[in-house]
């Protein structure tokens, strides 16, 4: 169950943030770099608190009380994730009635927060890839503070027109070339996700298999041997976004931990008009639940088919159970005969991925003496 919000410090201020119990989130700036953490990682370690967030340049007062976060920039965004280990309606109601988001000077009577159910909702989180992404890059270098990028960057950005209080227009030259770049840049960008090279990015770095991790090496802030690791920041904004030290920490029996697979067991990208099968051995390593979704390579959203939410898992309704314990999972365009509530839907013509999300992970999860098998092609 996440919860998902805007923070504009430009234009409401200093602003709270009311954090239920037992919730796991984090607080990314506008250029999505890690701020803070709320609830189990953060410091109100689960308990719930009351967060400050405060604008850039901010010199006011700060009142006691509050947990206080510093970004720097003026938009912030945040993420929370509610635990369904005890079913969606308990998570759903700890979120509607205890997080809270108002201005700091509202304080003494806040106003109600607003909830939006995007639940089954249609809409757009893929970054263009054409001229509009420059654009869309001019407004945020506009909007935000210069120095809350570095000099490099900013030279970067000002030798293709990008320059803070000037306006960006370039030439039809220019602009031709922009367009290829965005092109290029994102087929670079998909190259990197989807063909990791490197063995950081590996669960399994000794052997062939084809499961990966989001972060090279669980390095959330893309830095390997002191040098940054622009792959393995390429990769990780092309796909998921969000960033947090928590996310590549696993702590037995809390949190979680996700193995993705982009390609079969021969190496070979997923195709939806055929047939495979993932196989969980017995005693799955979970203190909470697991689950196996899919995802469209193209939109890095789950894969819109005639199944709303395209996961299966251990709290999947009917879900069958092997009877040594282990389990099977099918992804195909149909069903195999009585495996339906074991299957995933693909689609002809679209490949896909998926994700394996341990929630609570034990030691054999931790120490890979337990491992999911590759998905490999039955027909």
Known sequence: MYSIGHLDLQAYGPTVVEVPPGMLGMLDDAWMRYV??????????????????????????????????????????????????GG??????NIKENLKVYPLKLASNPPATEFMNITGKSYNTIAPSDFSYFEALNRIIQREPIDALGRESRGSLAAIGIVKGTPFNPNP?????????????????????????????????????????????KNVFFETDGARNLD???SFYFGYTGVTPAMA?????????????FKDSEKRAFDGSKTYKLHLPANVPVNNFWAVTIYDTQTRSMLQTSQPF??????????????DGSYHVYFAPKAPAGKESNWLQTL?????????????????WIDKTWRPSEIELVQ
Do not use: C
Request: a positive charge; glycine letters at 12%.
């Open 249 to 261: 920490v696993t702590h037995p029996g809390a949190g979680s931990d996700y193995a993705i697979a």
């Open 88 to 93: 969606l309606e308990p998570a759903l109601k």
């Open 173 to 217: 030259r220019m602009k031709r070339l922009l367009m290829e770049a965005a092109a290029i840049g994102d087929a670079t960008a998909r190259a990197a996700l989807y063909s990791p090279r490197e063995k950081g990015y590996f669960l399994y770095p000794d052997s062939d298999s084809s499961w990966v991790m989001g972060f090279a090496n």
């Open 232 to 234: 393995a920041r390429t």
């Open 348 to 364: 002809p013509g679209k490949s896909w991925f998926a994700i394996l999300r341990m929630y609570g992970p034990l030691e054999p």
């Open 310 to 323: 395209p996961s299966v898992g251990s709290q999947s309704q009917g879900f069958q159970k092997n009877p």
């Open 36 to 85: 803070g953490d709320f609830g189990v990682a953060g410091p109100d370690k689960g308990k719930g608190g009351k967060y400050l967030v405060l604008p850039p340049g901010y010199t006011g007062a700060v009142p006691d009380g509050y947990f206080v976060l510093k970004p720097p920039t003026y938009i912030n965004w945040f993420f929370m994730r509610g635990s369904i280990a």
